[in-house]
Structure formats: C-alpha cells, structure tokens
C-alpha cells in the first residue's frame, strides 16, 4: 500500500499491519525487521515512515475515566478528537492540546506536542501521568517518571522509536465552557508582537499568524490572538464533521506568491487593530484548519513541508529578523505562518520547545526549496536553534545533533535496549539516530 | 433498558454498542468469544458513558450451550442486537467443505439457535426488539463471494419470517443489509474505496431506523439502489458476468 505523511511527501510503498491485542503486536514484532507506528498520519514529513508501518488506529479503546480528577487511561491509537467529544459535555479539556485534535494520544506523546498555552503548561506530556510502552522484545513496560524514568524521558518526543506506545494515563483539565474568550491585536512588526507575547504572558492561549511577505518596517506584520477558557456557556461538544472538504489536490499553480500575499493582506486586514472579549468556540479558536477536512491537498499533489524552528529568546528578535527577510526576499511563500513565545523546555531528550520564540511556515515542494532551507537552517543553528521533527522531512544530521544535545542519550539508550534494530523511520535513518 | 450484543467483538457492533450506550444510556451484555478483547470493549463503554456493561462468553456455533447462556442472563435484555458473523475464503470454501460449513453455521445456524431462544422468551413477555446483522451479499448470488452469501441470505429469510412471527407480539425486527465496511473482516480486501463505510456511520444508521421501526434498511443508503439493479439483471446475463 502506499502511504505518506500530512506533507503528501514523500509517498512510498509500505506493508502495513494492523492490529487489536497486545498479543498480535507481540507476534508480529518477533518477526518483522524493522518498523515505525503509524496513527493518524499528521506528521508532516517522514517520521512515521518506513517500508513496514505498525498502524494504531485500531488500538481505540478508553479503558478508564475518574470523572473527580478529570485522569483517562486510553489505547495509543485514541484520537484528541475522541477525549474531546466523550468527556467536554462532563466539564473535561485537554491540558494541552496542538492545533488539530485529528491525531492519536500515542502520537501526541510520540511528538511531546505542544500548544497555545506552551508558556504556562508546557508539552502534552507534562499532562501524562504514564503510559505502556512495548519494547523490541516483546516485553510491555509501564513508565512514568518515577518507573523507567529513561524511558519516559526517551519516549515523550522521542518520535516513536523507542517502541510501540500502547496506553497513555492523561490528566485533563476542568472548564466550564466550550467557549473561549479571545481577544485579537494586530501588530505592525516584529518588535510590537514580541512586546505583546510577553505582555501578554499571563494569559493562558496565545499564538500569532505573521505574514512572511511583509518587508523592511514590516517585517514580522501579524495578528495576535490571546484567549482564556470563558466562564459560563455550555458545555455541547463540538460539531463531528469538518464543515468543508478539499476533495481532490490543487492544481500546484494555485498557490504562487501572489495569491499568497492576497491572502496574507486580507487576513491582515480583515482582523481589527484591537478587538476584545470576542467569544469563540473551541473549534474556531484551537482547529481552525480541521474545519477543512484535508487542507493539505491545497498544495498540490508534489505535497509541502512545514518548517518549524525555535530560537532562544534572548536571540529570537535578530534570528527570527534575519530568517523573515531570507523568506520575504526568496518569494518562496508561505500559506501559513505562525508564531509563538514558548516557555521553558522540560527534560525529554528530543522535545522541541525550548524558551524563546518558534516559528512555523508551509512551503510547497518546488525546486530549489531544498538548498533554500538549508540556508534557513545555518542561520538557525547560529542562533542555538533547532527544528521540529515531527515536521521535517529533509534536515541533515548535523543540524539535529546540533539543535538536540541530549541526542547522545537517547542515542544510548536505543543502542542499550535494542531499539535500533526493531523501530525506525525513514527520519530516523536519514538522521542516523 | 438493557441490550444484549451477539458478537460484540466485531467492529460493527462495538460501533452500536457505542451509540446505544450514548444515546439510550442502557446498560449492556457483550457477548463474545474472545474474552479478553470483550473485557477491553467492557472497559470502553463504561469509561466513556457512564454505563454498566457485562462481557459474557458466547461461542454462536456451540448450539448446545446457547439455553444456559440466555438463562444466566439477569435481569433479562430488553432487545438484542445480532451481529456475529465470519466471512471465511471463498476458494477454500469450495475445496474444501470444512470452511463452507464454519462459513454457514457461524453465520446462520448459529442465529437460528440464539434467536430461537429469545424470540421465545420475548413473545412470552410480550415485548422486546431484534435487531440482526446480515449482508448484501446474501441478495443475490454472485461467483465471489456465494458461500458467505448464501448463509447470509439465509438469515435474511429467516429474519423476515422472525418478523413476521413476532409482529403479531408487537416485538419488532429489523434486518440490517450492511455493504463494504472498513472493519477488520474486510482489511485483507482490496474493495472500492468510494463504497466503503466506517462502522460509526453504519452504527449510526442503524440507530436511527431503529428509532423509526424501520423493518429491513441497507447501510449505507445506496446500497439500496444498488442491489436493486444486481437483484433485477436478468439470469441468463448475470451468469455470464464476474461478480
């Protein structure tokens, strides 16, 4: 079969293997060489790929919900969407949650996702209390921070190669609507936005959509939302089906710096310099792209990559300036952009957030973008930065082990357990972890 | 309110448990053979409804014990959703008669057996709702798949003489006529990735008959339509395709 990843690239031929009981994992492992699970698919780049896929979409089962402390223990392969629907009519959200509830709770840990409310709750994995893990040789581990600690620290981020997540104990928190009250600033430039994100720092969400055409003076032009849970007004879960679908991939020429930069002016423009106590859904305010069941193929069937950089803060306003500029001047354009002040980064080998300012773009594959990133990437890793696995699809080695120094520990321990010779992905192997 | 689930296992069914638990908040029996797959099932209805489910063993080809499973059940259900079934290899089943008879007895002796039982005990009580499983494979013969199809068809004449029967005793009985799922009966097969239907949209439709007494629905919908042409191409051209 053939499978891919949200970029739509690369596409490659896979045997896939499906199962319900621990049992059948443990067969099939005993004799596969090697493998990567695969749930949703919303990875952007080549992380769950591999020749040989171990699909958890079939792991679906909540196995337990204390409805006082707001705890669920689900299957790996139970989607956010899931969580979200059975227990937001009970009072419950998700601690964390990234900016599609289209992915797998295994997923989630596999990533250390991170969300809006970064800077106040850090990764989705600060919220998991514990999960089970099966190991190369069958054998099914349970694992927080006080068992296997190693473990837990490898697996959460650790993009699933240390085994196949099978359950995931999840702390949820208490809201009392499933409405947020946001508040939305349009910020002229790069320095108006950063003194916004950290004025702003008290409140729980924030995230700004930057337009990566604007130049000179410009440069940084964006819109910042910032939202807390509202008080009052019901708790409906919401609505099951994406309103819209993209039924088929775009023609490529659909997306090219013009149509880009309209957009990027309307959007602009269309939210008001200021705008406070706006109340909106938790659909509108944490999913607004699963409103549109399977965006991705807006760019074409060549597929796209998103890159996903962080920088420390105190380097974050000359680094990111310098990075807008490279991308504003190469017109390589970008749909997408989205900028956010992380917190502090926790102790997981390969999590992504650290303090400072991340920034997220989608590039459609075209030629030249390759070599062109690869600039991006330089100018990143000078300013101690890294990037995000979860959407990369074509950095080099040196650039993780650079922007990752724990990387030798993880590395250890995959080598220790075993790991190397049973789970890998096609990053992976590109990366040599 | 309290449902009975024959088969529990299967995909389709968990899909129904799921949406009666949710919509009716009625506690449930799932009845299975893999007992640790049901305990799984088990945990996921009450963690996600707040409902009580039981898993209790059932084998539907172990005739004999299909009385003493019913008696054990108490309180006894208020209706019953049939949905076991295998669906078995059409090749191996025509080599070799061992296949074709777990083909047809998983599939229909073993319902005729269990809903003799509680059809019994529902018109006794005067009350109580069957819901079976069957398939639109059993609407007509086709070279593919004519072994499972039979069976199938065979518990859909024999629904709708249940129906008949019991309609008398104001007990409804609905014949499901599924098309292609993506379940794990089907997972090995390559099928039309335009006809195929998650089991949560089946569950769905399901439910939603059952609210209206509806007596035989096809889900999804157009499989309606197209069994209607297949039932109605004259034999002598329908030998001659490959279906």
Redesign the interface.
């Known amino acids: 079969m053939e499978i891919t990843g949200w970029g739509n690239y690369p596409v490659i031929q896979a045997d896939g293997f499906s199962f319900e009981t621990t049992d059948q994992l443990n067969h099939f492992l005993k004799k596969t060489d090697t493998c990567i699970a695969y749930g949703m698919g919303r990875s952007y780049g080549d992380s769950a790929l591999n020749h040989r896929v171990v699909f958890s979409r079939r792991l679906d089962k909540i196995l337990d919900f204390d409805s006082k402390q707001g705890v669920v223990t689900c299957e790996s392969g139970v989607t956010l969407a899931d969580i979200i629907n059975t227990y937001l009519p009970g009072g419950w959200f998700l601690t964390v949650t990234p900016g599609t509830k289209f992915i797998t709770a295994g997923g989630a840990v596999a990533s250390d996702v991170h969300g809006k409310n970064h800077h106040k709750a850090g990764c989705f994995c600060e919220s998991v209390i514990c999960f089970d893990i099966m190991l190369p040789d069958g054998s099914i581990v349970a694992c927080n921070r006080e068992n296997n600690p190693d473990l837990f620290r490898a697996t959460c981020g650790g993009m699933g190669l240390t085994g196949i997540i099978l359950t995931v104990t999840l702390k949820l928190q208490p809201v009392k609507s499933s409405n947020i009250r946001e508040t939305i600033m349009r910020c002229q430039n790069l320095d108006v936005v950063f003194d916004l994100f950290e004025r702003y720092e008290s409140t729980t969400y924030s995230v700004a959509w930057i337009d990566c055409q604007a130049k000179g003076e410009n440069i940084g032009r964006s819109v910042l939302m910032v939202g807390e849970h509202a008080d009052s007004g019901n708790l409906a879960p919401p609505a099951v089906k994406p309103s819209i679908s993209i039924p088929f991939n775009f023609p490529g020429f659909c997306l090219n710096r013009y149509s880009i930069s309209v957009f990027n002016h309307l959007y602009f423009r269309k939210n008001p310099g200021y705008e406070s106590g706006r109340i909106v859904s938790l659909d509108t305010f944490f999913y607004p792209l699963d409103a549109i069941d399977m965006w991705n193929r807006i760019y074409g069937k060549n597929g796209f990559t998103q890159y996903q950089l962080v920088l420390p803060k105190a380097a974050s306003l000359k680094g990111l300036r310098a990075i807008l500029e490279k991308i504003a001047s190469a017109g390589m354009g970008s749909f997408l952009a989205v900028l956010k002040l992380f917190g502090r980064e926790n102790d997981n080998y390969l999590s992504f957030p650290m303090e400072g300012y991340t920034l997220a773009l989608d590039f459609k594959m075209q030629p030249g973008l390759f070599p062109f990133l690869d600039i991006l990437d330089a100018i990143v890793l000078d300013h101690g930065g890294r990037l995000y696995l979860t959407k990369d699809v074509r950095m080099k080695r040196d650039v993780f082990i650079n922007g990752y120094p724990r990387w030798k520990e993880f590395e250890r321990l995959r080598t220790q357990e075993h790991m190397k010779d049973k789970f890998n992905s096609l990053q992976s192997i590109r990366l040599e972890i | 309110m309290k449902l009975l689930i024959l088969g529990a296992n299967s995909d389709v069914a968990h899909a129904i448990s799921k949406k009666f638990a949710k919509e009716k908040k009625c506690d449930l029996y799932l009845a299975s053979r893999d007992m640790?797959?049901l305990e799984?099932?088990t945990?996921?209805i009450k963690?996600?409804y707040?409902v009580d489910a039981t898993a209790v063993s059932f084998d539907a080809v172990d005739y004999s014990s299909h009385k003493d499973f019913y008696e054990r059940l108490d309180p006894k259900p208020d209706g019953v959703i049939l949905a076991f079934g295998y669906l078995g290899d059409q090749i191996k089943a025509q080599e070799k008669f061992s296949e074709a008879k777990t083909v047809i007895e998983s599939n229909y002796m073993g319902a005729v057996s269990i809903l003799e039982i509680i059809a019994g005990d529902f018109e006794k009580r005067g009350s109580g709702f069957i819901i079976g499983i069957s398939s639109v494979a059993g609407d007509r013969g086709r070279q593919s798949n004519y072994i499972y199809g039979s069976a199938k068809g065979a518990v859909s004449l024999y629904l709708g003489g249940l129906r008949n029967r019991l309609s008398k005793k104001n007990i409804h009985v609905m014949t499901v006529l599924p098309g292609f799922m993506r379940t794990?009966m089907t997972?090995n097969l390559e099928l039309p990735e335009k006809l195929m239907a998650e089991p949560d949209e089946a569950a769905e439709d399901i439910y939603r008959a059952y609210k209206k007494k509806r007596n035989i629905i096809y889900t999804k919908w157009f499989w309606k339509y197209i069994m209607l042409i297949i039932r109605n191409i004259p034999e002598p051209i329908f030998k001659r395709m490959s279906m």
Request: proline share 0%; charged share 65%.
């Open positions: 640790a797959l799984k099932k945990r996921d963690a996600r707040d794990k997972q």
